[in-house]
């Protein structure tokens, strides 16, 4: 079955350091997402994509980055981590019926 | 501009007991709406949704029906489980962009035996 998978699921860094988040999906959607979810926000988008090459801001990008090189993949780069950025992140994309499929989550603490 | 609100939470109920989560929502033209759950620990799941006015999304024994006039997508079931405990979101999509979700801010719901 085609999925959409998250790498890691959890994981403790330290203030300062360069982290990447993985997000594979396997049904060749061309819109993918990145969103962070924390009590009291929901959800908030970071980045997105329409495809091979494209990125753009969502409403919280400050301290993000995404590359798009293939249809598959979209990482989240935190480029020097914050403990502002601590939260649980989620990949999504977007299906023929407009719908949004959800990875599981990477739960990312920064000390 | 659009936005969806969900009724505060957390919602308790006991087993067999009737569900309803109100989700209302402001957008022009018609969007297409939507109901996600989260169980804990895991990503969202699409639970159902509804394209135009008077639709009826329906999964698992939930159902919401696309309400223009109320502007509306209140979530229903009769008779909920102990495995229904999660975290239910509504969500909209604008018809003139269907990259931008916007969702609301989650019912917890908690179903005791």
């Known amino acids: 079955d085609a999925e959409i998978t998250q790498s890691p699921r959890h994981k403790i860094t330290e203030t300062g350091r360069q982290v990447t988040l993985a997000c594979h999906q396997t049904w060749n959607h061309n819109n993918m997402f990145w969103y962070r979810q924390d009590l009291g926000h929901g959800l908030r988008l970071i980045h997105y994509s329409y495809g091979v090459h494209d990125t753009n801001k969502g409403e919280v990008s400050d301290g993000y980055s995404v590359s798009r090189s293939n249809t598959e993949d979209l990482p989240l780069t935190l480029e020097s981590a914050a403990s502002s950025q601590t939260s649980v992140y989620f990949c999504a994309s977007r299906g023929i019926l407009n719908e949004q499929f959800f990875g599981p989550g990477t739960r990312l603490t920064v000390l | 501009g659009n936005s969806v609100t969900q009724m505060e939470g957390p919602v308790t109920l006991s087993e067999e007991a009737f569900l309803t989560i109100n989700c209302t929502y402001t957008?022009?033209?018609?969007?297409?709406l939507f109901w996600y759950v989260q169980y804990p620990g895991e990503g969202l799941q699409l639970l159902l949704k509804?394209?135009?006015?008077?639709d009826k999304g329906s999964n698992k024994g939930f159902e919401a029906t696309y309400r223009k006039e109320t502007t509306s997508f209140h979530l229903e079931k009769g008779s909920v489980q102990v495995s229904d405990s999660a975290v239910y979101f509504c969500a909209l999509i604008p018809p003139d962009n269907f990259n931008k979700f916007y969702f609301g801010s989650g019912t917890k719901l908690n179903v005791k035996p």
């Open positions: 509804a394209t135009k006015a008077d």
């Open positions: 957008a022009t033209g018609y969007p297409s």
